[in-house]
């Protein structure tokens, strides 16, 4: 199992991102959360299998029907927490 730390940016508030991100992490079996940041960003952890995280971030750099990505930070992290399923935070 994999876990990635995720900062995207561009225009992904407001637009019913987390939800996309949401239902993508349920597609690819992915464990974690998702939240907007105050400074625009949307900041999230997924945790899951590697080719099931790459297929996420192909749809997820595509964005929603509404988000405009501009760039994706992915940080690999060590270490893996106990997430039981994908959140997403207010």
């Known amino acids: 199992m994999k876990s990635y730390h995720i900062m995207v940016h561009g225009k992904v508030q407001k637009v019913g991102f987390r939800k996309f991100v949401h239902r993508m992490a349920k597609r690819y079996q992915l ?7 105050t400074d ?14 790459a ?19 992915v ?10 399923s994908f959140l997403v935070k207010i």
């Open 75 to 84: 940080d690999e992290r060590h270490s893996v927490d106990d997430f039981n």
């Open 40 to 53: 625009g960003a949307v900041e999230m952890e997924v945790q899951g299998k590697e080719e099931n995280i």
């Open 55 to 73: 297929l996420f971030l192909k749809k997820i750099k595509r964005g929603s029907l509404l988000a405009r990505v501009e760039r994706i930070d």
């Open 31 to 37: 464990t974690g959360w998702v939240k907007n940041r």
